[in-house]
């Protein structure tokens, strides 16, 4: 299968996101950007290192670059300012400069830390995101928000800082867990509702075709997603306007990752509950019909998705924390409703009784 | 005395520096950026808390601001990620929001902490700086280049984040220990190199009525040093060009830091010394004469400043420290040197063993 670019249209901060199969083959071609000779670290897990993360440096060695592996935990509870600074201590110790690269090969977990610690070691080194999973591909790993978790909220800690690269092979979906596929299905099902009506069909249609990995479809799915993706951030990189609407869903989800314990529930496993409690929401106002809010379920069934919050987990708490998220404006908490399939709105005007009532009535 | 206002020139994030005696008073009349009723954390030091800190909380309390007081230790060894994460978990408790503020009230390295978790908490929320030390109030509290050490190097962990507003109250400095003034005044030999010959031949002439701390001199000093900087900054914000002349005497001071252990000699007595050093460098490839070098090194002595590396300190350490700073591209470390009085070149030809050699020849 040929390879598609999208770019990520920013100015001067342009970046394009290449995605195909056994694209990781082609990473030391596309660093044009850097120096000869330049120091390019690839940050990986040490599960990763042995499937890619060797082979990549490698490849970056043959191509001239002095190329070394970091090696720092994957997965959500490692989002830390802990795993922050091992990664500093290895920047230090290989001396990476101003001018060096790192690579973020990995989970979203990985590029965020990687993104985040890439923003602030020397004021600023060069990224380029290598995700490796299906929810890094089509989203974390797009767009520049780089962010670690505090205890007491997701992403508390973050900048805007933007990758030069991201390469997404699709190869690399192979041997993804069952559960990690269905959560990256999440957000597709995320970028369906706010802008293409095509994808939520596709959704409806061909489950079992994703499920089973058809690299015709997953290929076009993540294509259309990147796309949906790379608009929205060249209207409005710092998601204070229509950038927004990606947090549909995760309003809620946030909060009942962060209730139910980190790591119980993935990123995209708790979005798919989310989205769940925000068409209700927004039916239980009239602003939707049941019909859009039985398809949307439909679809999460259908990929294996839980679409209520777990029995033990007290509504009042999952509404509490999301007073602690970032997405609290002048105290209102901020929720993203759909309207259509194809068609959100930001809203600011919903209480917590109807948030709390929204998680109640999905049990 | 009247109060005094720089710009510094940065488009849509320009920003004024104002200075005056008991400008301290004025802050909440100034912060009309600020929501109604927005949270403004007063970030100090438990010592500076009872001397200014209350102060001011009860002045923005009366504003109508959500006015309260997180601590923080002060002092150079205190700008650590540690330090950042404690500000971060009062920022999270007191549910600081986008919309809030954060004030730095205190020395440089309070400045830099604050001015990093404002920088990254929720990915940017806004800052004031307040500093209290000759130090802070010409240089750390400008700019926007903010950063915290990593035990092998200084300022590696930094953004590049401007504050909305420096204040700079002159009247702070009446109860200033004499060491920090002292420091302070390095800074300020440091604008006159690189910038201004009369500044120069002020630090010549006057250096009894600025030890004595007399308020019009102490004043005018601070006003020179502030407009420099503004317009420096105007011009280079991220210092890959002009800006990086501050770095004169500062890629020496950072090595003689890192090497003799933070705190045993403070940034401005370690700049102090890395100009002598920098100034012997130039001299002994004849691009300056010894008639600077001894004119700086008098303005140093007058002032009370050490103008030689500790005896104990090994220079082939501190050459080897510097490869370790941010101030190195391209394996090769970059110098200031001064060719006059205020001209400076920034030059990357110069080898380890010309910076041994001038550390030695200034004990």
């Known amino acids: 299968m040929s390879e598609r670019e999208t770019t990520v249209p920013l100015g001067d901060r342009s970046y394009q996101l290449v995605i195909g199969r056994d694209i ?41 670059f002095q190329a070394w592996v970091a090696e720092i935990p994957d997965g959500p509870g490692h989002k830390t300012l802990a795993t922050a600074s091992l990664l500093y201590d290895q920047f230090v110790e290989r001396r990476m400069e101003r001018g060096s690269l790192a690579i973020a090969l990995g989970g979203g977990a990985i590029g965020d830390v990687v993104g985040f610690v890439s923003a602030t070691y020397m004021r600023g080194i060069s990224y380029v995101q290598m995700p490796t999973t299906l929810i890094a591909q089509v989203d974390a790993s797009i ?46 099902l995320r970028y369906a509702v706010i802008a293409a009506p095509h994808l939520f069909e596709t959704l409806e249609i061909r489950m079992e075709a994703i499920l089973s990995r058809d690299p015709q479809v997953l290929t076009a799915l993540i294509v259309d997603s990147c796309a949906i993706k ?121 209480s917590s009784d109807e948030a709390e009532r929204a998680i109640t009535a999905t049990r």
Request: with cysteine; hydrophobic share 40%.
């Open 24 to 64: 990781r083959r082609e990473l030391a071609g596309r660093l044009d950007f850097l120096g000869d000779g330049a120091k390019v670290a690839v940050v990986t897990s040490p599960e990763l290192r042995r499937v890619y993360g060797d082979e990549a440096v490698e490849r970056l060695s043959k191509a001239g």
């Open 230 to 350: 790379a608009h929205l951030i060249g209207q409005d990189e710092t998601g204070r306007g229509v950038r927004a609407t990606l947090y549909y869903g995760h309003t809620f989800g946030h909060a009942i990752e962060a209730v139910t314990g980190y790591g119980r529930l993935s990123h995209g496993e708790a979005a798919a509950i989310g989205m769940v409690c925000a068409a209700e929401m927004a039916r239980e106002r009239g602003m939707i019909g049941s019909e859009f809010c039985d398809r949307q379920r439909g679809i999460l069934q259908a990929a294996g998705l839980a679409t209520s919050c777990p029995g033990d987990v007290d509504a009042g708490e999952i509404v509490d924390a999301m007073a602690l998220d970032e997405n609290v404006v002048g105290g209102r908490i901020r929720f993203i409703v759909p309207t259509g399939v194809g068609a959100t709105e930001i809203r600011y005007d919903f």
């Open 143 to 188: 767009g520049g928000m780089v962010s670690i978790d505090h205890s007491k909220g997701k992403n508390l800690i973050g900048v805007f800082y933007q990758p030069k690269l991201v390469l997404i092979d699709v190869a690399m979906l192979d041997s993804l867990p069952d559960r990690q596929l269905r959560a990256g299905i999440a957000e597709i």
